[in-house]
């Protein structure tokens, strides 16, 4: 059996199964980069399950009628009686009227995760869908048939309304979709693999739009990536505390027992461990006493995300493994509950929480990089970290990197600003008071890139700066501890800076490294 190697989690499986397991960020972010596959368990009594809750549905429809979104219109609109005869339209015309997203696209790997996300929150067995409309999903999985998802029109409550009605719509053939690369007609690559548009059942659009499907999947994903920053960023700290001549002592043991917030204390370990073994001995003789605040306190920045991390994984993970449309179908009480399960107000709070932890890494190693290119703080490096052997007259190294860093930390911070506090009242004020989930989790994903780039240029950085040192002699392969493996990987691709030359080319590629983990944390 494969083991999929993914944000330093094994997971010893090669398919994940909703409906069966429990999805977790590294599964459905394993699936999402299809390092994993996904398909809907086969069981039987994970079918009987599922029957189960449609054939209650049909029943409390015969006997009792009165249920939200299948025999009323839809939100304000509730008071509106839909007769029998109109029970499939009122479906049909909800994703529909709901196709008015705006913006850029989701990337593959997001939709890919919202699909298996929906899927996965379908197969709790209480919405009152059928077993066919969760093989349709399965289809598109397994097919990797792509709705294309605006990602601007949801306001986190009643869901994802909007950008879900584009996979709902896609299932009935109505959306365009890309498939083996192409964008086309869903109703045509449907005909093209033999497979007839879906037919909704009853309540069955609602159930796939009604809850917070995308913006649970845009949260998870960027919770993987910040994890991997927050790694990356301690590695980057131990070598920029190399190649500024730094006091390893900022980072010991003794000290973070003192103030034990595990996270902080692991952020300093990570650090330490990159150091030479020898740093707070002889081997390497600080410049100063103390260093200044981006380093010495790295571990206190840092650490943050590994103290919160439990927390936010949580909320996270249970929001992917619930029950959230409305109303919720209870075949096992018997009962139709009206409620708000699709509020989206624990992956708002997470992801503003994350956001504001994420884009403070970036503003950590903007720090960092700003003491590098300086030499009034860089300890005897070069101005701008120029390698040039003519003249530092006409050749400014990374200067123009450095502005660059500060321009993506700042956007970075300035898209902190808490989401949640931004609630609307929309709908003729049936959605009074909404989440703003799918926005905060936008925003995360955002800040994630811009401190992606912040961190490919700091390691850049990092890696000039340290080649510097080791060519002049000031430095030894083996005063690079196990930050050496790092300076390898770095090395086995960018030629160190001497004379000016454009870096974007080198920086989109360490960026793009970045997001396939590629450089030892």
């Not at 993506?408 to 709908?427: C, D, Q």
Request: glycine residues 6%; hydrophobic residues 40%.
């Amino acid at each position: 059996m494969n083991e999929i190697k993914v944000n330093a989690v094994k997971l010893n499986q090669e398919t994940l199964e909703p409906g069966h397991d429990r999805l977790t960020i590294e599964s459905l972010t394993a699936a999402a980069k299809k390092q994993i596959g996904a398909r809907l368990c086969p069981s039987a009594e994970f079918e009987a399950k599922i029957e189960a809750g449609a054939a209650f549905l049909d029943q409390a429809l015969a006997e009792h009628g009165g249920i939200y979104g299948v025999t009323t219109g839809y939100g304000d609109s509730c008071t509106e009686v839909v007769t029998p005869d109109h029970y499939r339209d009122l479906p049909v015309n909800l994703t529909r009227y709901h196709g008015c997203g705006m913006g850029a696209f989701f990337d593959d790997e997001t939709v890919r995760a919202v699909m298996i996300v929906r899927l996965n929150t379908l197969s709790r067995g209480f919405s009152g869908v059928s077993m066919e409309l969760l093989r349709c999903i399965d289809f598109f999985i397994a097919h990797d048939i792509l709705p294309l998802i605006p990602q601007e029109g949801s306001v986190g409550a009643s869901g994802d309304l909007t950008p879900l009605s584009y996979l709902a719509g896609a299932l009935i053939g109505e959306r365009q979709v890309l498939y083996q690369g192409k964008v086309r007609p869903a109703a045509e690559v449907l005909a093209d693999l033999g497979k007839r548009p879906y037919q909704f059942r009853p309540k069955e659009a609602i159930a796939i739009m009604n809850g917070t499907a995308v913006m649970n999947a845009v949260a998870a994903l960027a919770f993987s990536r910040a994890e991997y920053l927050a790694d990356l960023s301690c590695r980057i700290t131990a070598m920029n505390s190399i190649a500024l001549k730094g006091n390893a002592y900022h980072f010991n043991k003794r000290l973070f027992e003192l103030k034990p917030h595990p996270g902080q204390a692991l952020a300093a370990e990570k650090i330490r461990s990159a150091l030479p073994a020898e740093a707070e001995s002889a081997g390497i003789i600080p410049a100063r006493i103390q260093d200044p605040y981006s380093i010495r306190c790295a571990p206190h920045v840092i650490g943050l995300f590994y103290d919160m991390k439990d927390t936010l994984r949580a909320f996270i993970e249970t929001e992917m493994n619930s029950a959230n449309d409305n109303p919720v179908i209870d075949p096992e009480t018997r009962s139709v509950y009206h409620g708000g399960h699709f509020y989206g107000g624990h992956i708002c709070f997470a992801m503003d929480s994350l956001k504001n932890i994420t884009a403070n890494l970036a503003d950590l190693v903007d720090r960092q990089l700003a003491l590098m290119v300086d030499t009034k703080y860089s300890r005897g490096l070069p101005p701008n970290l120029s390698g040039t052997r003519t003249s530092f007259a006409y050749n400014h190294g990374f200067k123009a990197v450095q502005i660059a860093v500060s321009a993506w930390t700042a956007e970075a911070l300035k898209n902190t600003m808490p989401a949640s506090v931004f609630s609307r009242s929309t709908e003729c004020h049936n959605q009074d008071k909404v989440s703003m989930g799918t926005i905060a989790a936008r925003d995360c994903a955002r800040i994630n890139e811009l401190t992606a780039q912040v961190m490919a240029a700091s390691l850049l950085a990092a890696f000039q700066a340290l080649d510097l040192r080791l060519k002049k002699g000031e430095l030894k392969p083996e005063n690079l501890g196990s930050a050496e493996k790092t300076y390898r990987e770095v090395a086995a691709f960018f030629t160190p800076l001497e004379d000016d030359r454009p870096l974007d080319e080198d920086l989109r590629k360490t960026v793009e490294l970045i997001g396939e983990r590629h450089f030892s944390v």
